[in-house]
């Protein structure tokens, strides 16, 4: 009997807990705990890490998962590397449910960099209003640059100040839509978009506000993560695990 264990976070998370649910399918839906008050999914949740590799797997041998499905952030590489090296040693299969990176098309203005230092290293030169949309993690790498004010969209309040002098925050969870995205950039100021290529609907809204607004992005390349079995649609992901 199938007994799935959904790594999650993402939009495409969501809406496969959706579809385990709908199909009765005996499901567990993972949060690293980034998030201070997650979504809520209609399947039994767990939050926070699971101690490495050694420990992701004890979870799976414990908790008789039959399926794994990597559904996390694109930038979460850690975890994705400890979930293929954990399913591994524990002979459970794990499907990475991806989906495709974004690509600049006609009227885009992207400057693409391998990681967050690179995103640093573009900001030599005059004050800038700098939209991050980043996440909290990747903030304070910023503050070698305090000539310019950063406008931060963060999913919570975060409980210590961000480590920049100029800066303003904007809480907020996506989805998000084109309107709302450009007026947010218009209302700022905004002239330069930072962010990481995490591909999907939920955030891309940004990119084509840009486009609209002619304001540059520089766009940070996704991290190395180990090569799997890769599906991106729900159904193929709930044959997988039920047949």
């Given at each position: 009997?199938?007994?799935?264990?959904?790594?999650?976070?993402?939009?495409?998370?969501?809406?496969?807990?959706?579809?385990?649910?709908?199909?009765?399918?005996?499901?567990?839906?993972?949060?690293?705990?980034?998030?201070?008050?997650?979504?809520?999914?209609?399947?039994?949740?767990?939050?926070?890490?699971?101690?490495?590799?050694?420990?992701?797997?004890?979870?799976?041998?414990?908790?008789?998962?039959?399926?794994?499905?990597d559904a996390t952030h694109p930038f979460a590489?850690?975890?994705?590397?400890?979930?293929?090296?954990?399913?591994?040693?524990?002979?459970?299969?794990?499907?990475?449910?991806?989906?495709?990176?974004?690509?600049?098309?006609?009227?885009?203005?992207?400057?693409?960099?391998?990681?967050?230092?690179?995103?640093?290293?573009?900001?030599?030169?005059?004050?800038?209003?700098?939209?991050?949309?980043?996440?909290?993690?990747?903030?304070?790498?910023?503050?070698?640059?305090?000539?310019?004010?950063?406008?931060?969209?963060?999913?919570?309040?975060?409980?210590?100040?961000?480590?920049?002098?100029?800066?303003?925050?904007?809480?907020?969870?996506?989805?998000?839509?084109?309107?709302?995205?450009?007026?947010?950039?218009?209302?700022?100021?905004?002239?330069?978009?930072?962010?990481?290529?995490?591909?999907?609907?939920?955030?891309?809204?940004?990119?084509?506000?840009?486009?609209?607004?002619?304001?540059?992005?520089?766009?940070?390349?996704?991290?190395?993560?180990?090569?799997?079995?890769?599906?991106?649609?729900?159904?193929?992901?709930?044959?997988?695990?039920?047949?």
């Amino acid at each position: 009997m199938t007994k799935l264990l959904i790594l999650g976070g993402t939009t495409e998370a969501s809406l496969l807990a959706r579809a385990v649910a709908d199909r009765g399918v005996d499901a567990v839906f993972s949060y690293a705990g980034r998030v201070a008050a997650p979504k809520t999914q209609p399947v039994p949740t767990r939050i926070g890490g699971f101690g490495g590799v050694v420990g992701f797997a004890n979870y799976i041998q414990q908790h008789n998962i039959t399926h794994v499905v990597d559904a996390t952030h694109p930038f979460a590489a850690q975890m994705s590397w400890n979930a293929y090296h954990g399913c591994e040693a524990a002979g459970v299969p794990l499907v990475a449910f991806s989906r495709p990176v974004w690509t600049a098309g006609d009227g885009d203005n992207w400057t693409h960099v391998a990681n967050i230092d690179g995103a640093v290293s573009t900001l030599r030169g005059p004050a800038r209003r700098v939209l991050l949309a980043l996440g909290k993690q990747s903030v304070s790498a910023f503050a070698s640059k305090p000539q310019h004010h950063y406008i931060l969209r963060l999913v919570d309040v975060p409980q210590i100040a961000p480590d920049l002098p100029s800066h303003s925050i904007v809480v907020s969870r996506g989805p998000f839509d084109v309107a709302g995205d450009r007026a947010l950039m218009q209302s700022h100021g905004v002239d330069l978009v930072i962010c990481k290529n995490s591909g999907g609907v939920g955030a891309e809204a940004k990119l084509f506000a840009a486009r609209e607004l002619g304001v540059p992005v520089v766009m940070i390349d996704r991290p190395e993560v180990p090569t799997r079995q890769e599906m991106s649609t729900i159904k193929s992901v709930l044959d997988w695990a039920t047949t």
